[in-house]
């Protein structure tokens, strides 16, 4: 059933090598740069939503063995973007394809490769969390306009390093029945609401109204806290901009403050127990790479 046609749809792009697609599609070939692979098959019978995740990277990928893997509506599929899989899909399904870099994921080509093997589904517990926000980011991000949709992009990448983190054991998920809507809303809100300094357990109970106490009972079921949370994702933003930056363009207090952080001194304190290192020196390490 599948074809050599691709995905024609509008995309969003940014600088950063990232492009993300989603459109009302029929069988085809996912986005890459050669021939789909026809000894690596997704295929599904269902109709509805999938999500797709083509990794670009610096380095070739090792070559996976022939595999034919089952998705549902849904679940999330890594997949190299050198050698597309080839589809074997309904009539008609919708398509959200995000291109990413590897190395922005944190992925070495081996990561990769184990990656690409197997599919993330939509009724696992990160997948239910992830699977809905990314789709609503990735709708939102073609809209828009360039400046925010490169934002709501930047959004999209650090969940899929999270969920790539997760396939690779290096993140431990919850475990249990799937994650209530709300907490998925709630870590959308963060998203949208990080570079704000006020962003706090009581705004976010206020905002989604529900008490701070249950708030807390939501984070606890995913093993975390709220504070926890949101100093995590605001440090893996400031991260990636000292490395996109270097030296010569933001200070490290001006990053800190563009991310929630009302003081360059704790920011520094917080980033070291986080990774080992100042931010100064996590700049400097990142110019010389």
Not at 151 to 167: D, F, I, K, P, S
Not at 188 to 212: G, K, N, Q, W
Not at 273 to 279: F, K
Request: aromatic share 6%; glycine share 8%; proline share 9%.
């Amino acid at each position: 059933m599948s074809t050599t046609s691709t995905i024609d749809t509008p995309v969003c792009r940014t600088p950063l090598g990232v492009e993300i697609m989603t459109a009302e599609t029929g069988p085809g070939r996912l986005p890459g740069e050669r021939a789909p692979r026809p000894e690596h098959r997704p295929h599904a019978r269902e109709a509805g939503e999938y999500l797709f995740v083509g990794l670009r990277a610096a380095t070739r990928l090792p070559a996976p063995d022939p595999v034919s893997v089952r998705l549902a509506p849904g679940d999330i599929c890594f997949y190299d973007a050198r050698r597309p899989p080839a589809l074997d899909f309904p009539e008609r399904f919708r398509a959200t394809v995000f291109l990413v870099p590897a190395d922005l994921l944190g992925l070495t080509p081996a990561d990769a490769g184990r990656i690409t093997r197997t599919p993330v589904a939509r009724t696992s517990r990160l997948g239910a969390l992830l699977s809905p926000l990314l789709s609503d980011l990735a709708r939102t991000a073609v809209k828009a306009r360039p400046p925010v949709g490169e934002m709501l992009a930047g959004n999209a990448v650090n969940l899929l390093a999270t969920l790539a983190a997760e396939q690779l054991g290096t993140v431990t998920p919850g475990t249990g029945s799937q994650a209530p809507p709300m907490t998925a809303r709630i870590m959308e809100y963060v998203e949208l609401h990080l570079t704000e300094p006020e962003l706090s357990p009581e705004t976010l109970a206020r905002a989604h109204h529900i008490s701070v106490r249950y708030l807390h009972k939501l984070f606890q079921d995913e093993g975390t806290t709220v504070g926890r949370w949101i100093l995590r994702r605001r440090l893996e933003e400031c991260r990636r901009d000292l490395t996109r930056h270097g030296r010569g363009s933001r200070t490290i207090a001006a990053v800190a403050g563009r991310w929630g952080f009302t003081s360059a001194t704790h920011f520094s304190r917080v980033f070291r127990t986080a990774y080992g290192m100042s931010p100064r020196e996590w700049r400097d390490r990142a110019g010389r790479g």
